[in-house]
């Protein structure tokens, strides 16, 4: 009788020690997973936070360069575009990623453009306003850097739970799935050839 209750015993502390290992799991998928769309949202945040200097730069190049018109549309073309490619953080796969990025290219290599422009005009370069707007877009692209790199490593680290044993058997069962990476664009690991 006595040995029925130990044994008995045993196996509620087993049930009870998984329920709350399963629980536990969850909990902490659940967290992670939040964390990778709340660093997503950041990311997304100062793309916005570009797109809104974008206005103000055009029209004070417009000011300046009123005959580059083709250059100028083009930017505002990019950045339609680029505020229209919403990606939804459910759905955080490497495909949407990647057009989510291109449409931010897009708008790069806009600006790329606008900036060969403006080297044409030394009053522009040497107007105040001009120089705020440039130097906050610059910050900007910073952030950008810094807000892909944490949303890497909060993608990392998520994955790398969900990906542990017995962790992934839980995750399975819940429907956790591995969410992808921001990369680099391809050729970006070879230096650019320059000539003189």
Same mark, same amino acid.
Request: glycine residues 6%.
């Given at each position: 009788?006595?040995?029925?209750?130990?044994?008995?015993?045993?196996?509620?502390?087993?049930?009870?020690?998984?329920?709350?290992?399963?629980?536990?799991?969850?909990?902490?998928?659940?967290?992670?997973?939040?964390?990778?769309?709340?660093?997503?949202? $950041?990311? !997304?945040?100062?793309?916005? @936070?570009? #797109?809104?200097?974008?206005?103000?730069?055009?029209? +004070?190049? /417009?000011? *300046?360069?009123?005959?580059?018109?083709?250059?100028?549309?083009?930017?505002?073309?990019?950045?339609?575009?680029?505020?229209?490619?919403?990606?939804?953080?459910?759905?955080?796969?490497?495909?949407?990623?990647?057009?989510?990025?291109?449409?931010?290219?897009?708008?790069?290599?806009?600006?790329?453009?606008?900036?060969?422009?403006?080297?044409?005009?030394?009053?522009?370069?040497?107007?105040?306003?001009?120089?705020?707007?440039?130097? $906050?877009? !610059?910050?900007?692209?910073? @952030?950008? #850097?810094?807000?892909?790199?944490?949303?890497?490593? +909060?993608? /990392?680290? *998520?994955?790398?739970?969900?990906?542990?044993?017995?962790?992934?058997?839980?995750?399975?069962?819940?429907?956790?799935?591995?969410?992808?990476?921001?990369?680099?664009?391809?050729?970006?690991?070879?230096?650019?050839?320059?000539?003189?």
């Amino acid at each position: 009788m006595k040995k029925s209750y130990i044994i008995v015993g045993v196996i509620v502390l087993l049930i009870l020690f998984s329920i709350f290992s399963i629980v536990g799991s969850y909990n902490n998928m659940v967290t992670k997973e939040e964390s990778v769309a709340g660093q997503w949202s $950041q990311v !997304e945040n100062v793309y916005q @936070r570009r #797109a809104d200097l974008i206005p103000n730069l055009v029209a +004070t190049v /417009k000011g *300046y360069a009123g005959h580059e018109k083709e250059t100028l549309e083009g930017v505002v073309e990019a950045r339609a575009k680029a505020t229209q490619t919403k990606v939804d953080v459910g759905n955080l796969d490497a495909a949407a990623i990647q057009k989510f990025q291109a449409a931010q290219d897009g708008l790069s290599s806009a600006l790329s453009r606008l900036m060969v422009v403006v080297e044409k005009y030394p009053d522009l370069k040497a107007n105040q306003n001009f120089l705020e707007l440039q130097a $906050q877009l !610059e910050g900007t692209e910073n @952030r950008i #850097a810094v807000e892909r790199q944490r949303f890497n490593d +909060t993608a /990392k680290d *998520y994955n790398t739970y969900i990906r542990k044993f017995p962790k992934n058997i839980w995750a399975g069962m819940f429907g956790f799935e591995k969410k992808d990476y921001f990369e680099a664009k391809q050729g970006a690991d070879e230096a650019p050839t320059v000539e003189f």
